[in-house]
């Protein structure tokens, strides 16, 4: 079953599926068609699912190392009786997600990228207003999972029941002048409401927050759970994966690279300079001059800035976070399908450094962070452990920040 779940997400070009299961490269945009569909398996439009596997692409909705995942995934067992695949094919929708946040600019995008898994039976659309409208219109699109709709603090807790992920982009998006700590006092009580809720209602859930500033925001969260009694370091993550995915895209461009084989580590939190890509780290290695690799640790670092000033007030990056978080989302249902090889970056409680939390490339399995992966860190060019040094004061200062608000606040009953 764990190999279903890397078929999920049309977007991009096309994968057909039939008996032979051939490797999938690294990072891709993926589209997927199944084919030969039978009577024991679901069928719908774009994805009609098969029990068998041959895929033809380059291109994955996943990252580097869960692309190579995906290819054992994928794979043929060797059967001398029948030709069963290593990984249960059969996508049954078992997993139920939550937005909370899913009527903005985020919210509607990545609701409606998640409700493309086969891997999802209930998706739960969690706002203030305006939602009733964005579920009913996921509603008619011809994919397994039931949406739901829930609006304003009476509706949270049956939001919240017995969901598997919740993914936080709730908050108010950043404008131009803005940085992501200015968004601190907004954000942060409208974290805090919505972990204690988390806590109350399906504590064991993984908890994906990308409500900014994340580098407060995560540990925000953290010393929430704590007080409820609840707090598991392994299921709750600060979703950076667009910094990755940005990373990716501008080395591709610079190099003149297959964009689908590159994969660039991105370390440290968040936020300005405390984003650190390591691009030492790339994958395919590939050489940069000092300049290059200033000019792409800035402009990795200040993407989101570009955008804000781009949209010219009308918004921050809804449409790219949202692919990001999908991206993690999926990861994370494919972890909790099975799937032995799934990883990402994150910002999550780590020893990796002298920082309680930080950004890393990290294993998931079905409880969550099942390693932290320290090789990123070792033998990093003397631009990478001077930024390195530098982004700490930064990141420590934002995480004491979010631990202090929580720690003053009072806790719902």
């Known amino acids: 079953m764990a190999a279903t779940s890397a078929c999920t997400f049309s ?39 098969a029990t068998s596997l041959n895929c033809e692409t380059d291109s994955s909705f996943l990252g580097n190392d869960s692309s190579a995942a995906l290819r054992g995934s994928l794979a043929l067992e060797a059967q001398k009786s029948s030709r069963r695949l290593k990984y249960h094919l059969n996508p049954q929708a078992l997993y139920k997600v939550a937005v909370l946040g899913a009527a903005g600019g985020i919210g509607q995008p990545l609701a409606l990228l998640v409700k493309m898994s086969p891997l999802v039976s209930s998706l739960h659309l969690y706002d203030i207003a305006n939602v009733k409208g964005v579920a009913a219109d996921l509603s008619h699109c011809n994919t397994p999972s039931q949406v739901l709709d829930f609006t304003g603090a009476s509706e949270l807790a049956n939001c919240l029941k017995g969901v ?26 409208i974290v805090m409401t919505l972990v204690e809720a988390v806590a109350d209602y399906c504590p064991d ?54 964009l689908i084989d590159v994969d660039v580590p991105v370390v440290g939190g968040h ?51 949202a692919y990001a978080a999908a991206r993690f989302v999926e990861s994370s249902l494919r972890a909790l399908d099975g799937d032995g090889d799934v990883y990402e970056c994150s910002f999550v409680q780590s020893d990796l450094t002298d920082l309680p939390f930080f950004a890393s490339r990290v294993k998931l399995g079905r409880k969550g962070v099942e390693a932290l992966i320290p090789s990123d860190l070792l033998g990093l060019t003397e631009y990478e452990q001077k930024a390195l040094e530098a982004l700490k004061p930064e990141l420590k200062a934002s995480i004491e920040k979010g631990i202090a608000f929580a720690q003053k606040q009072p806790m719902a009953a």
């Open 205 to 258: 859930a993984f908890i994906h927050i990308i409500s900014n500033p994340v580098n407060s925001t995560v540990p925000i969260a953290a010393e929430v759970l704590k007080q409820k009694g609840v707090y598991d370091p392994k299921k709750l993550f600060g979703v950076t994966t667009l910094d990755v995915v940005r990373a990716n895209t501008f080395v591709a461009q610079k190099k003149n690279l297959n």
């Open 271 to 321: 936020a300005g300079i405390t984003i650190l890509p390591l691009l030492s780290k790339t994958k395919p290695s590939v050489s940069f001059t000092d300049e290059e690799v200033q000019e792409l640790t800035v402009r990795i670092q200040n993407a989101g800035t570009e955008v804000v000033e781009a949209k010219a007030g009308a918004g921050s990056a809804t449409l790219s976070m």
């Open 11 to 49: 977007i991009g070009s096309t994968i057909s599926f039939g008996a032979k299961a051939s490797p999938l490269p690294q990072t891709k945009p993926l589209a997927v068609r199944f084919n030969s569909s039978q009577s024991s398996m679901a069928s719908f439009s774009g994805l009609k699912v």
């Open 164 to 189: 598997n992920v919740v993914v936080i982009p709730a908050g108010v998006p950043r404008k131009p002048g803005m940085t992501r700590d200015d968004l601190f006092s907004i954000n942060a009580n």
